[in-house]
């Protein structure tokens, strides 16, 4: 199976690679991080577990040439993978080409973590246009929905199956982030509590005892009151002055959100690593570092960032 690209002569690579079953996965990764090596390029790998260890098995001795990640970890939140995986890496290794294996859709995703997968996959071509990176990102083509394919033609460039490479003709990654912008309901009996400047620290102090009688605990507390924190103070600053929050429980994770009349222009905002010299504007980065899943809807009318955390 070849992996080569017909655009690497450009700055930014994103291919999509479909497989079907271990000897294809293989095939397709493999050579490709082969020739990052043998090129000097950086070179890391970001997939879920078992294949992290199939990958780390087939390169043998090379292995210890390569960055191992799971995402199943490190990208638990699909928010956090540009900032924290592939921007991380990337900036660790300025000089030359860097190569990158992300894989962050696999089988077991959940329904409500898929939307914030598909902006993820859209949104890496805007932050690391021009930039000398290659990024490939495969996709189970056995195990995953035709509409997670659909999906995956619609965030890459050029996609590659069956060994063979095509460019995209679906290619479109704005209409992939408008269209995963989706209203976020929350149940009719979903604990709330409107809040302005003066009010800040109630809303905190709320969110942390409404958390704490659905069972969050420790750290998870912790992460709650600093995202809680980072979020209403968002809303007073650069939202309106005002906001609401709600807080409740979805399963095995608890939910917050909190919602402001601001409009969410930048959509790598909270997914970039901010600049040393920086002051603000770190908020949403710490909601998607502490949190499980974040996600959000923006429209003229106002923002909701929901964030999730296991209890």
């Given at each position: 199976?070849?992996?080569a690209?017909?655009s ?8 999509a690679?479909f497989?079907?079953g271990?000897e ?5 990764t493999?050579p490709f991080?082969r020739?990052g090596?043998?090129a000097?390029e950086?070179?890391?790998?970001a997939v879920?577990?078992?294949n ?8 043998g001795?090379r292995a ?6 799971d995402?199943?970890?490190?990208g ?13 890496f990337a ?9 990158i294996?992300g ?5 077991d995703?959940s329904?409500v ?5 598909v ?7 805007a ?7 290659t990024i490939?990102c ?21 996609v ?7 460019i995209s003709e ?7 982030v408008a269209?995963?912008d989706?209203?976020l309901?929350h ?9 302005d400047a ?5 809303a905190?102090s709320f969110?942390?005892?409404e ?5 969050l605990?420790?750290?998870?507390l912790?992460?709650?009151t ?7 103070t ?6 309106g002055g005002?906001?609401?929050?709600r ?6 994770q608890?939910?917050?959100?909190v919602h402001d009349?601001g409009?969410l222009t ?8 901010p600049?040393?010299?920086q002051?603000?504007?770190r ?13 959000l809807h923006t429209?003229?009318?106002g ?6 955390l296991?209890?």
């Amino acid at each position: 199976m070849s992996t080569a690209t017909s655009s690497e002569h450009e700055p930014f690579v994103h291919p999509a690679l479909f497989y079907r079953g271990r000897e294809q996965y293989t095939a397709g990764t493999v050579p490709f991080l082969r020739a990052g090596l043998s090129a000097g390029e950086a070179v890391a790998v970001a997939v879920p577990g078992p294949n992290l260890e199939l990958i780390r098995a087939a390169m043998g001795a090379r292995a210890a040439e390569i960055e191992f990640l799971d995402m199943t970890r490190v990208g638990r939140n699909p928010g956090r993978i540009i900032s924290g995986v592939l921007r991380a890496f990337a900036d660790a290794h300025p000089a030359g080409r860097v190569r990158i294996i992300g894989e962050p859709i696999w089988a077991d995703r959940s329904a409500v973590e898929y939307p914030a997968c598909v902006q993820h996959e859209a949104l890496i071509n805007a932050a690391f246009q021009g930039r000398h990176v290659t990024i490939l990102c495969p996709y189970d083509a056995d195990a995953l929905a035709p509409e997670t394919l659909a999906d995956a033609h619609l965030t890459h460039p050029v996609v590659i199956d069956a060994g063979v490479e095509r460019i995209s003709e679906a290619y479109d990654p704005e209409r992939a982030v408008a269209h995963y912008d989706r209203p976020l309901a929350h149940p009719a009996g979903a604990a709330s509590l409107a809040f302005d400047a003066d009010a800040l620290p109630w809303a905190r102090s709320f969110a942390v005892q409404e958390a704490r009688q659905l069972g969050l605990t420790g750290d998870r507390l912790q992460d709650l009151t600093l995202a809680v924190a980072e979020l209403t103070t968002n809303s007073v600053v650069h939202g309106g002055g005002t906001g609401t929050v709600r807080v409740w429980a979805e399963g095995p994770q608890l939910v917050c959100e909190v919602h402001d009349r601001g409009r969410l222009t930048d959509p790598l905002a909270g997914r970039r690593p901010p600049a040393r010299d920086q002051l603000g504007g770190r908020g949403l980065l710490l909601v998607h570092y502490v949190a499980d899943l974040v996600r959000l809807h923006t429209t003229e009318a106002g923002t909701t960032v929901r964030f999730y955390l296991d209890l």
